[in-house]
């Protein structure tokens, strides 16, 4: 297996910048997902480390050799795409075996490798069918089976998971993390969603207008983006504007429309008294409470949408802005309910506003 090094990584198209001056570290064996919407610039980092798209400049290392001026067939890497680009006139066999077949290995080896391969993603016995005969799924995995029976010493995933339902994504899930645990291949990928990127890497960095907004553990990103941007792609969905007031008894108040919400000291470190901020929290984590107290506040519930795990709540009246709750317990059939809104310290996080927010 091996190190990827990104350096001062930069790609240009004319006057736009796709990647814009990336550095990432990525060690043996672990999985790293590049997270973000469309235009990100995560798709065509992929592409220059696979070698399909020229960088402008900066270095690609390969456990510290430099390959961005070496053709893609030499860099051994792996790559599964979108689209799975199977050949339709190729067995599940041809297919998978087409690339060993390009490096001239003899006929042995290939069925021997090919075999092992289509076990371990569970196809064995699937051979002789063609890619029309299998389901999603199926053709997934086929995928897969072919970015990895070369045996590549690094392997990039582009939305693996995209063009499957519900159902079959976290069942893909699953195996994916389980092939790449046991393989112990260096992995890369390329996402859209959240929950994907959070399921499957062992860190996740987030892009946007081709630069890095924050690298983290799944965790540090779902619970503590690094900022409101961050937050807003991460699925938190309420943001309540406010003014940073004077510590108190290891806590420090916001003012937010009238309302005092508490949070840690830490939490609004490095912001003065008086400083434009604002504030969120996963709709998971704000509670329904039958008593008053700190950080709660009285609203009206506008709607009510059940989700089969949680119901989600518009809150109206609480703050200038609307509230989200998303709690289990909520079975009310009527709208316009009064409800005390409960906002754990805790669980909240702190920006400061930029110019444009305030």
């Avoid at 901020?277 to 984590?285: A, G, K, M």
């Amino acid at each position: 297996m091996a190190t990827l090094e990104l350096k001062n990584l930069t790609k240009k198209f004319g006057d736009f910048t796709a990647v814009d001056n990336m550095n990432i570290s990525v060690a043996e064996g672990e999985m790293i997902a590049l997270l973000g919407g469309s235009g990100c610039g995560k798709t065509t980092t992929l592409r220059m480390i696979a070698g399909f798209t020229e960088p402008f400049s900066g270095s690609i290392l390969v456990s510290g050799k430099d390959v961005a001026k070496i053709p893609p067939y030499k860099r051994n890497i792996g790559i599964f795409f979108q689209n799975y680009a199977l050949f339709p006139h190729m067995t599940v066999f041809e297919n998978v075996a087409f690339g060993l077949k390009l490096q001239k290995l003899p006929k042995n080896e290939i069925k021997e490798r090919v075999e092992s391969i289509l076990g371990l993603v569970k196809l064995t016995g699937f051979d002789k069918r063609y890619p029309r005969e299998l389901s999603g799924g199926q053709q997934q995995r086929v995928a897969l089976a072919r970015a990895l029976v070369t045996r590549p010493s690094i392997l990039l995933l582009d939305e693996p998971l995209s063009n499957l339902d519900a159902t079959l994504r976290v069942e893909m899930q699953v195996e994916i993390k389980r092939i790449q645990t046991e393989l112990g291949i260096t992995t890369i990928i390329v996402t859209h969603d959240h929950e994907e990127a959070v399921s499957l890497a062992d860190r996740v960095i987030v892009m946007n207008a081709g630069r890095i907004l924050q690298i983290g553990s799944p965790q540090e990103i779902f619970d503590r983006p690094a900022s409101a941007f961050v937050a807003d792609f991460m699925g938190f969905s309420t943001f309540i504007h406010g003014t940073i007031g004077l510590p108190e008894n290891r806590k420090r108040p916001v003012v937010c429309s009238g309302h005092t919400l508490f949070v840690p000291e830490a939490a609004a470190a490095g912001l003065d008294s008086g400083t434009p901020c604002t504030l969120t929290i996963r709709s998971e984590n704000i509670c329904l409470t039958d008593e008053p107290g700190e950080n709660t506040v009285s609203g009206v519930v506008q709607s009510a949408t059940y989700r089969g795990h949680a119901t989600r709540l518009e809150v109206k009246g609480c703050f200038d802005e609307m509230v989200y709750p998303a709690v289990s317990d909520y079975t009310e059939k009527e709208n316009g309910n009064h409800v005390l809104v409960h906002f754990p310290a805790n669980r909240i996080c702190v920006y400061k506003n930029t110019m444009e927010e305030q």
